[in-house]
């Protein structure tokens, strides 16, 4: 990693010339030159300017080899979501994820789902409203997993909750094949998008109608892809970052 390589990058994804950013740090087009070859290092108080011009972490800006991470994500997009109904069902168990997944693929066969529209999105979510008892103890967590219906789907099969999302706005980022290191690209994946919207945490009490924050995973060009979506209305800015397990 070379935090020199690091400034270089972020410089040029903000699309900015050596004479452009030098102006904007108040420093000449040498020293940048100078930083982005590693021959000196920016003092404290440049390397704090330089994490709130990139809209990054000063511990990311300085440990990560970010040019490495383009492997992994794409670039962050907004998206407008129409307004969709879903099925969808939460479960609490050790392994909420795989199981309330499975559930859910079994009911949509049930259904009729598939048959009729076998891109049908599955779209999963945490499930917040767990115990530190439940969680500590007997390592519990929730997960809600639910499938976006196409208009005029319906049937009578049990099993499942019925909701309306109403039209929203959401940040997303695409994570490749995700579960190669699950606990540190899905969460990385959640923080760039805070980074993106200069924001760190969740309101207590989310839009009303509107999926905070979800997942979707498929299959593209036999890669797995995980597109993680972030309801731009919903986050606030807290003293730190919401954990994401």
Request: proline residues 4%; contains cysteine.
């Amino acid at each position: 990693m070379s935090l020199g390589k690091n400034i270089q990058y972020l410089r040029k994804q903000k699309k900015m010339t050596q004479e452009r950013f030098a102006e904007i740090m108040s420093v000449s087009r040498q020293t940048v030159s100078r930083w982005e070859a590693d021959e000196i290092v920016p003092e404290l108080g440049k390397l704090v300017a330089l994490s709130e011009v990139f809209s990054c972490k000063l511990d990311v800006l300085v440990k990560t080899d970010l040019a490495a991470c383009d492997e992994i994500y794409s670039e962050i997009t907004r998206k407008t979501m129409d307004a969709f109904r879903m099925a969808r069902y939460e479960m609490i168990t050790p392994n909420p994820e795989d199981d309330v997944n499975t559930y859910m693929g079994r009911w949509a066969k049930r259904s009729g789902l598939l048959e009729s529209c076998p891109d049908a999105w599955l779209i999963g979510w945490d499930f917040p409203y767990v115990s530190y008892e439940l969680q500590n103890r007997f390592g519990l967590r929730g997960y809600v997993a639910g499938y976006i219906l196409p208009e005029g789907f319906e049937t009578d099969c049990p099993g499942v909750e019925y909701a309306v999302q109403e039209k929203a706005e959401y940040a997303v980022i695409t994570v490749y094949d995700p579960f190669a290191a699950a606990f540190e690209r899905i969460p990385n994946a959640y923080k760039r998008i805070m980074d993106y919207l200069q924001v760190n945490g969740f309101r207590e009490k989310p839009k009303e109608g509107v999926i905070s924050c979800f997942e979707h995973v498929y299959e593209k060009d036999g890669i797995t892809c995980m597109d993680v979506y972030i309801h731009a209305d919903s986050v606030v800015r807290t003293d730190s970052f919401t954990s994401f397990s």
